[in-house]
């Protein structure tokens, strides 16, 4: 029993959580995606710069001697995820909206979104230095245990209580998002833009406030996605940009301009990272009995070595675009 | 005073014009039809009336006031819907969501007129739920016509409103668009199916090298030798 409470901490957990951040960036990727016809380079330093907004406010707060029972970091997010969606916003409007102005290619927008990358990565190193921080310097990182003698087992079921606020956020997000895109009439009009923008345009659709709206969701939900990773691991200037690769490679494999795709390609590459560098001999060595004999088991047994987990991710990609070049959900295709 | 008058537009897309002096003149109760060859600028009329294309000289009035060169979000509220010829339904959107985009621009209770649309088309009150894309060929063209009329225009422009569909449904088509007529809808559409169309218009034009050609009701075209000689293939 206890080798599959050490199978749920470190493959269920570690995926889920993986997964939840890879979905939140998906989202506001395929999003931008779908209503603006290109990838969003930058949208890993969107989390990152939301991570560090959320810092600063935490470390405000923290100053003036307000304490709460949850992490700071996680009380101000909503604040944080404001501010955000207005950066995000003016992002636009400064590099991005003259671009599409003067009708620029997709691949253009591509490269400005990657000087958006340098500028927002430069502008934290100014202020913040190479350095690492962490949000929780002055308050502890509570772990939860869930006892399990009820199953048989000495593990607990072990989880931080930032990996339970995390899953609680991606949840709200998720339902919240769904709401939106389906009752809204700004959500419907969203899709109806990302199906067909010609028409949406002949429709007399508003398309200058459907691709702010698509700014405001992208950049909160970025600054969602930062700051919770940020309080499960730390805080530092490439926080996202590491695995702002990753989070493509879910935004197509799920379907590209697909919400609902963004969200499964997310959880299916959170997955398929743990699960691949997982050592099975853990869980194959309580039933070794029922191998022949000149079977024994290998100390390690993962499929891919640790160091190797990022490239989980690619190979998936590389599969679906063979398999399903339009990803899991027909997406809109490039 | 017309509902929409044209006097001699010139327009294009940036470049050599390819509107060189078109008049039209529609009043709410008309079906007008533009024919004419390939080229001779029916389709771009109807972009450049809704603002497209650039209109770089001549007027376009609607009920009087000058419209040229306004976009389609200032024009649907007015009264004008336009319905393209190709991807003119939101095809991953339901039924029933691309009624609803067609009345973005409306801030009061549009279900009367959605209960409107599904009167006239009850085959959408059927598939309301289902996705645009799923429908018949016929089927999406009601669906556009649908969406169009959300917006509770004045005058409904259709651009070859009949294109690939079968014969069957060309004419349940026409028909249609004779019922919206009927309804209090003003009618201004591009035909490739001439002679047929012509038929029940009010106000024809022939329109070719991107100027009137000939004017004048339906039947007056069809018997003009001239134009069924030139024009509707003898």
């Known amino acids: 029993m206890n080798e599959l409470i050490f199978f749920f901490n470190n493959v269920i957990v570690s995926g889920a959580v993986l997964g939840c951040v890879y979905a939140l960036g998906a989202v506001g990727i395929t999003l931008i995606f779908g209503i603006l016809r290109f990838a969003h380079f930058a949208h890993g330093d969107m989390m990152t710069m939301g991570g560090f907004i959320t810092f600063v406010l935490a470390g405000l707060v923290t100053a003036a001697g307000i304490a709460f029972p949850l992490p700071t970091g996680f009380v101000v997010l909503p604040v944080a995820m404001v501010l955000a969606a207005l950066i995000a916003l003016g992002l636009d409007k400064a590099f991005y909206a003259p671009l599409r102005l003067r009708g620029a290619k997709p691949v253009t927008l591509l490269i400005a979104s990657i000087g958006v990358t340098l500028m927002i990565q430069g502008l934290i190193r100014l202020i913040f230095g190479t350095g690492t921080y962490t949000f929780f310097a002055e308050e502890p990182k509570r772990l939860i245990r869930i006892d399990t003698e009820w199953l048989g087992a000495t593990r607990p079921i072990a989880m931080t209580e930032p990996h339970v606020l995390l899953f609680i956020v991606t949840l709200v997000s998720v339902v919240a998002l769904h709401y939106f895109l389906t009752r809204s009439r700004l959500g419907k009009a969203m899709r109806a833009m990302a199906d067909n923008p010609d028409l949406a345009q002949v429709s007399g659709i508003n398309t200058q406030l459907v691709v702010r709206v698509t700014w405001l969701i992208a950049g909160s939900l970025a600054c969602a996605a930062g700051t919770m990773l940020a309080l499960d691991v730390t805080l530092k200037p490439d926080l996202a940009f590491n695995i702002v690769l990753p989070i493509f490679a879910a935004a197509i494999v799920g379907g590209l301009g697909h919400a609902y795709g963004a969200i499964a390609g997310g959880f299916l590459l959170g997955f398929a990272e743990t699960l691949s560098v997982f050592n099975w001999t853990v869980l194959l060595r309580p039933i070794s009995g029922i191998f022949p004999e000149w079977v024994s088991l290998p100390g390690n047994l993962s499929i891919v070595p640790t160091e190797y987990k990022l490239s989980v991710a690619f190979v998936i990609l590389v599969i679906t675009l063979l398999v399903r070049p339009t990803g899991i959900f027909k997406g809109a295709s490039s | 005073m017309a509902l929409l008058s044209l006097e001699k537009v010139v327009g294009g897309y940036g470049g050599a014009p390819i509107l060189n002096g078109v ?159 009927a309804e209090g809808v003003g009618i201004l559409m591009v035909e490739q199916n001439a002679r047929q169309a012509l038929a029940f218009a009010t106000r024809g034009f022939v329109l070719a090298g991107g100027q009137n050609r000939f004017t004048g009701t339906g039947p007056e075209l069809i018997a003009d030798p001239e134009v069924a000689k030139s024009f509707l293939g003898g």
């Open chain 2, 23 to 181: 008049d039209i003149a529609i009043e709410r109760s008309d079906i007008g039809v533009i024919v004419g060859p390939n080229g001779a600028g029916k389709s771009t009329t109807l972009k450049a009336i809704f603002g497209l294309l650039k209109v770089t000289g001549g007027a376009i009035l609607f009920e009087g006031e000058e419209i040229a060169n306004s976009l389609p979000d200032k024009l649907v509220p007015r009264g004008l819907s336009f319905v393209p010829q190709e991807k003119n339904v939101f095809t991953s959107l339901s039924v029933e969501e691309n009624l609803e985009m067609g009345a973005f621009t409306r801030r009061d209770d549009f279900r009367p007129t959605r209960d409107w649309v599904y009167s006239m088309f009850p085959v959408l009150a059927e598939k309301r739920r289902q996705a645009a894309g799923e429908l018949s060929g016929g089927q999406r063209q009601m669906v556009a016509m649908g969406r169009a009329l959300m917006s509770q225009p004045k005058l409904l422009m259709l651009d070859e409103p009949s294109a690939g569909l079968s014969p069957r449904y060309v004419i349940e088509i026409f028909e249609q668009i004779v019922k919206v007529n």
